[in-house]
């Protein structure tokens, strides 16, 4: 028999952009977008009529989610109906609401008869086509469900689950959780369906028998590469299985570096990132994260408060100042005066500090430096 | 270091121009705009170029620009030759634009060096550096002497200190490390901010990420808050539900109720008829009784029933009223002797009882005296008998021991003592003669010998004529003697004295015969002794001593007869006074008894008891009110025997009545019988029972008319609540509304209403009002929830803002951290340097110091804590504070003190040359001459580059120095 599945995880709707450094402004943003590529995700679903849309895991974050999260998502799923909705919870929205038992969404809303919640434990089964049938579990810190020894002869397994925080596995390597492409083989289980990686692919990479769907959006500058999206996921007459990502995030994290030498004030500082923005085409799309490092910044300085308040773009920009130390050490080392003696001190320091306090301890001599020649130094202006 | 030459090719203004510079002063004049700071800008460029290492921003290529010649046709390059302190001279080839480069050779041979330093774009050459051990910089800063420095510095010895604070810190005059550490201390108290600044930029953050955290965790609280007003929805909702499934039920129950009642009514409607008819069948087949009086067959049947229960006594109360008859004879016979005892104890009716608690508690009083009496009296007696005995054993002791008594214990002890002393010494005088007559006898003379020798010895006294013994006697007596005397057995040989041998025996034997005599004359007193002691103790004592051989031992027991004698004595005189105690207390106790006794009788007396004897009339009394006890008791027995024989007499009475009573029952049933119509023959029983037959037809008949009657009422009360047609209808709609139910819900095709309709719309009507209040709590629920969900801070938001505030806070500590390290390092260095800067900053200033003040001050102190600089005056021998000393002498130590500071911060310790840029304009011609002296001294150390537009130092100089050799004026303009 052939089907098709609908597979996405990893949505993390109401998580926090903390990590990113976003404010609640761009965060209340991206939170909603989440929402909308959910939904599209979904729309998709009904367009392709599939037979089945699988979750694996991290729905929602559960240290911030609020009730009407779930009845946000009951809505969403009830409108997919009569498509059944399989859902294997994973560590961010555990099924037991981690602390607190009362805060699991899961529990607390009231899911259309659509939805199907995996419980822990051993796997269970929903049969969501005429012999296809989903399997999995929720994720649970004890470790992922023993998969059945021999390969029954039911219909089309697949395998939903997420796989833990750190499942950033490459390679035809076990998953972190211990399963591997030939236990999943073994057991009769045509394609793995799963979660836990945000940057999705194929798994393993070579001969692949299943596939992370990757979180729907980046969720973090570090996870441009790779994809994200809801995965189409087509099964054969033969049982082959073949995903295709459909992918349409629409944020995206930026790095760039901006010269801002011969700046002479702030608003020439403030064109030229403007220049480098428009480059990249960051300039005026409102939902990329561009993270700005600039370099060439005179020896006056610039506020760079005021330069990034003065920048004309509507993505989201975090600057941070990159310059060689100001001073020639060599130079000053030599000098017979408190400045030299201050600076020989400071390079005498044993090498077996770590980095952090090396990096104070130079942050330190810098301060000193300016210091003593009188400049005005500003918090702002250390990196 | 010293300049030697310099050759612009062009240079700003200077344009072609060579400067020869003297080993000392050089006085460069000229007026504004004559190229004088050109000159000295040259000089350091020359040197050190315009750009140092690092980048070559537009502002240092714009400063190298300004000094393009003027004259365009000149090359923007020049040369400058030097020398360093070790002799060695150089050469500095630099073209500055437009392509800049650097030659460095050595001179004179001119060696191209410039390999030896190191190089970097735009013709950069670090030769300087190396070989004065100065940054550019640094030698601008401590090189150069600025106009205003030595006009306008501060004399006193802490701005002298500051100035060289500040030299030392960075070789700039402008920041001391105290005003490095200072500015550090602003910027973290102002820019971060103290805890205790909380308005200040850390401290607010800090404030606010307490408040984000305190926010999240109240919106965290909030939420689980919400959490639990949805589960209280959920649980609310399920609730509803439930209502409304029972209230669907109940209305369904409620339908199938009514069918049920409906349906039953016309079972019972057709039921109704059905019974009537049958009952009215009945009826009609019972009328015959419907008129017989059967309204007295209560009566009837009570009085037959009695009638009976009479029989039955009668033939039961037979044989035990035989028996009672003789119970209640013997108990009349109990009775008839009770009164006769009653009667017999009437006398003691009158025993005043009233007072019998008085005479007992007298009685026991009497009693227990007489009592007391007995024991007193029998002690008394006990006593005087011992008494008695014991007098007269001790008389008749008395009479014995009368003697020993009145010698006493004393008299007796001295007696025996006596006693037993003449034994004594007779003992010993008798042993004494035992002794001596033993010696005699071994003397073995015989008393005849012995006479004989006496009358020898008389007769040779007397110078008579001496008897002749019997020799042999004699002789034999001598020679024992003699024996005796010598110790020898032999007899002696009588010597030949002349004297009778007799003498010579009686001079050996008289000492023994003496001895002899002696003893037994002690003897006999000894003897007279005891005797006389025996005599005195028998003529005084007599009888109480043993007749034969009476000894002191029997004084001894004599003695201690006399103690018994006397302890008994003693004895008796204390029981004596014992048996008066106790005849007193007999007395005593006599004298009460008889109170009690008399107080005793005189109650009774009252009472009617005399007499004397209260035991007897005591007695006489008790009696008496026992007698009273016991008639009492038998008057209770007789009360007890009438009761009785009462009760027996009633019982006859009541079985003697019972006959009468059957008699007139049998009447009244006949006359109740005859008026119901039914003859009364012998067999009253018969009749009875034809009347019962007849009162059972009646009660048939009316109970199938009662039936009846109610059924028909029955029926028109069915018909009445609907009639058979109406209610066939209702129980075919509601059937068909429960086929249409159980169509929707088939399982309550098995439900059964076992309620009434009325109590299912009841419940339903009540489910109708939980659900009502179901959904209102729903509603309130919901709108709690919706205003919960929109007043709720996101987490997420608080999360980034909180992530935002804590990153800031980090960085402001961090900056804070790296300050305060900062600031420690600066302290610590500044506090290290100017240990060592000081002492070595001395010995520099002392080389110059005698010289350029003439020989005025030879010794200096830097203050290696405060680098206070003091001179040490010659004439004082203690150092003078600085500020103390003249303003010429204050500007040359400072002068000195730049040149040695100078050489201090040069890394290779090189004299540097001072470049004075117009130090003096604000001085007067006498100042201005002092310094240009000074000057001209100091510059017999170092190499002194005056630059000046005063034409006052231009004349001074030609006055003074020109021509002298180690000095040079240039001029310019």
């Keep these: 028999m052939t089907g098709t599945i609908l597979h996405v995880a990893d949505v993390h709707l109401e998580a926090p952009f903390s990590s990113g450094g976003l404010p609640p402004v761009v965060g209340t943003r991206r939170r909603q977008d989440l929402r909308e590529a959910l939904k599209r995700a979904l729309a998709l679903a009904r367009k392709e009529r599939v037979d089945a849309v699988t979750i694996a895991g991290d729905l929602y974050d559960g240290r911030c989610a609020l009730p009407e999260t779930g009845a946000f998502l009951a809505g969403a799923f009830a409108a997919v109906a009569p498509i059944p909705v399989v859902i294997a919870p994973g560590c961010a929205d555990a099924m037991d609401g981690g602390a607190s038992p009362l805060l699991s969404v899961y529990a607390l809303t009231r899911w259309p008869d659509n939805v199907t919640i995996l419980p822990p434990g051993p796997l269970s089964s929903v049969e969501v086509a005429p012999g296809l049938s989903i399997w999995g579990a929720a994720w649970s810190a004890g470790g992922p469900p023993e998969l059945p020894p021999e390969a029954p002869d039911d219909g089309r397994r697949l395998l939903l689950l997420h796989v833990g925080p750190d499942g950033a596995h490459e390679g035809g390597a076990p998953l972190p959780n211990g399963l591997t492409a030939d236990a999943l083989r073994a057991a009769g289980f045509s394609y793995a369906l799963l979660g836990g990686r945000h940057a999705g692919g194929a798994w393993p990479q070579e001969e692949p028998c299943g596939c992370f769907a990757g979180s729907l959006e980046p969720l973090a500058p570090d996870e441009m590469a790779g994809r994200h999206g809801a995965v189409l996921v087509r099964i054969g007459a033969d049982g082959a299985c073949t995903a295709k990502w459909q992918e349409d995030a629409r944020w995206r994290y930026v790095a760039l570096s901006v010269d801002l030498g011969g700046c002479e004030n702030e608003d020439a500082a403030a064109r030229r990132i403007e220049a480098a923005l428009k480059h990249d085409r960051v300039r005026t799309d409102a939902r990329a994260v561009a993270a700005i490092t600039v370099t060439g910044l005179p020896e006056e300085g610039l506020d760079l408060t005021e330069v990034e308040a003065r920048v004309d773009a509507r993505a989201y920009l975090t600057m941070r100042v990159e310059r060689p130390f100001p001073y020639d050490l060599d130079q000053l080392a030599q000098e017979r005066t408190v400045r030299g003696l201050l600076v020989r001190r400071f390079r005498a320091a044993p090498d077996a500090d770590a980095p952090l306090d090396h990096d104070l301890r130079m942050k330190a001599l810098s301060l000193a430096l300016q210091a003593l020649d009188g400049k005005g130094v500003r918090p702002s202006e250390v990196a | ?973």
């Design chain 2, 1 to 973: 270091m010293r300049l030697l030459d310099l050759r612009l090719e062009g240079f700003g203004r200077l344009v072609g121009r060579t400067f020869r510079f003297a080993p000392g002063l050089n006085l460069v004049h000229g007026p504004n705009e004559a190229g004088k700071s050109t000159l000295l800008r040259a000089t350091v460029a020359m040197l050190y170029s315009f750009f140092e290492d690092g980048t070559i921003t537009a502002a240092k290529r714009a400063a190298m620009m300004n000094y393009q010649p003027w004259d365009e046709s000149a090359r923007y390059a020049g040369e400058l030759h030097y020398a360093l302190d070790d002799g060695s001279a150089y050469g500095v080839r630099r073209v500055f634009a437009p392509r800049s480069s650097t030659l460095l050779v050595a001179l004179p041979d001119e060696a191209d060096v410039s390999d030896q330093f190191e190089k970097s774009t735009r013709g950069r050459l670090f030769f300087a550096d190396v070989q004065l051990g100065l940054s550019k910089e640094m030698f601008e800063n401590v090189c150069q002497i600025r106009l205003s420095d030595l006009a306008t510095r501060d004399l006193t010895a802490s701005g002298i200190a500051t100035t060289l604070a500040r030299l030392a810190t960075s070789a700039t005059t402008e920041a001391a490390s105290t005003d490095a550490i200072e500015l550090l201390e602003r910027v973290i108290r102002e820019d971060i901010g103290t805890p205790r600044s909380q308005s200040r930029p850390l401290p607010q953050l800090q404030a606010r990420l307490a408040e984000l955290e305190e926010e999240r965790a109240t919106a965290a609280a909030a939420r689980e808050e919400l959490a639990g007003l949805m589960v209280c929805l959920r649980e609310a909702e399920e609730r509803l539900r439930k209502v409304e499934r029972d209230r669907q039920e109940c209305d369904y129950l409620h339908v199938l109720a009514e069918h049920d009642r409906a349906a039953r009514r016309v079972e019972a409607i057709v039921e109704a008829e059905e019974a009537v008819a049958a009952l009215g069948g009945r009826l009609d087949a019972l009328a015959r009784w419907a008129e017989y009086p059967a309204q007295r067959h209560d009566e009837v049947l009570r009085l037959s029933t009695r009638l009976h229960h009479l029989e039955a006594e009668r033939d039961e109360g037979t044989e035990r009223i035989a028996a009672t008859r003789e119970r209640l004879a013997r108990l009349e016979e109990e009775l008839a002797e009770a009164n006769e005892r009653i009667r017999q104890l009437e006398h003691a009716r009158r025993t005043p009882a009233d007072i019998l608690p008085d005479v007992q508690d007298l009685a026991d009083a009497w009693r227990q005296a007489e009592e007391t009496y007995r024991s007193a009296l029998v002690s008394y007696e006990r006593a005087k008998g011992v008494v008695d005995r014991a007098g007269g054993h001790l008389a008749s002791e008395a009479g014995q021991l009368g003697p020993a008594v009145e010698m006493g214990h004393v008299g007796l002890a001295k007696l025996e003592q006596r006693w037993l002393l003449a034994r004594e010494q007779l003992e010993a005088a008798e042993g004494r003669l035992a002794e001596a007559e033993a010696d005699w006898a071994r003397a073995g003379m015989t008393e005849e010998r012995y006479r004989y020798l006496e009358e020898v010895m008389r007769a040779t006294a007397a110078g008579e004529e001496v008897p002749l013994p019997e020799r042999r006697g004699c002789l034999g007596a001598v020679g024992r003697v003699g024996a005796l005397l010598m110790g020898r057995p032999q007899p002696v040989e009588a010597p030949a004295t002349g004297l009778p041998p007799e003498v010579l025996t009686m001079a050996q034997v008289g000492p023994l015969r003496a001895g002899l005599e002696r003893a037994r004359a002690e003897v006999e007193r000894a003897r007279a002794a005891l005797t006389a002691v025996r005599g005195e103790a028998t003529s005084r004592l007599g009888a109480l001593l043993p007749a034969k051989e009476p000894g002191p031992e029997a004084l001894a027991s004599l003695a201690e007869r006399v103690d018994a004698f006397l302890s008994a004595r003693a004895d008796v005189t204390h029981h004596r006074a014992l048996v008066r105690s106790l005849r007193d207390d007999l007395d005593v106790v006599r004298a009460r008894r008889d109170v009690a006794a008399g107080d005793l009788l005189a109650v009774l007396e009252e009472a009617g008891y005399g007499g004397d004897d209260a035991g007897t009339v005591l007695e006489t009394y008790l009696g008496q009110i026992e007698r009273r006890r016991e008639l009492g008791r038998e008057e209770r027995d007789r009360e007890r025997l009438s009761a009785a024989a009462g009760d027996l007499r009633d019982e006859i009475a009541r079985w003697e009545g019972r006959e009468e009573a059957m008699a007139a029952t049998r009447t009244e049933l006949g006359a109740v019988l005859a008026g119901a119509g039914i003859a009364v023959g012998h067999d009253l029983d018969e009749a009875v029972m034809r009347y019962e037959e007849g009162a059972r037809g009646h009660a048939a008949w009316a109970e199938a008319h009662a039936a009846h009657e109610a059924t028909l009422k029955n029926l028109q009360a069915l018909v009445a609540m609907g009639s058979r047609e109406v209610l066939d209808a209702a129980v075919q709609e509601a059937a068909a509304r429960l086929a249409t139910l159980r169509r929707q819900h088939p399982t309550w095709t098995d439900l059964v209403a076992e309620g009434a309709p009325e109590e299912y719309a009841a419940r339903s009507a009540a489910a109708v009002d939980e659900a009502t209040a179901l959904r209102e709590e729903i509603g309130d629920l919901r709108a709690r929830i919706d205003h919960a969900t929109e007043t709720a801070r996101r987490l997420a938001e608080l999360d980034e803002e909180i992530a935002i505030t804590r990153t800031a806070a980090q960085r402001l500590e961090r900056f804070r951290d790296a300050a305060t390290l900062a600031q420690e390092a600066l302290a610590d260095a500044a506090a290290e340097y100017q240990k060592q800067f000081a002492p070595t900053l001395e010995p520099i200033l002392k080389q110059s110091l005698a010289r350029v003040t003439c020989g005025r001050y030879v010794d200096a102190q830097v203050d290696a804590e405060t680098l206070a600089v003091s001179l040490v005056a010659p004439e004082l021998g203690r150092p003078v504070p600085i500020e103390q000393l003249s303003a010429g002498t204050g500007d040359l130590v400072y002068l000195m003190l730049r040149m040695a500071i100078a050489q201090v911060v040069s890394g290779n310790r090189e004299r540097l040359p001072l470049f004075l840029d117009d130090p003096m304009v604000q001085c007067d011609q006498d100042r201005q001459t002092q310094v240009l002296e000074y000057l001209a001294l100091l510059s017999e150390q170092t190499q002194i580059l005056l630059f000046t537009k005063d034409p006052f130092a231009r004349d001074w100089f030609a006055s003074t120095l020109a021509g002298q050799d180690g000095h040079a004026l240039h001029l310019l303009g």
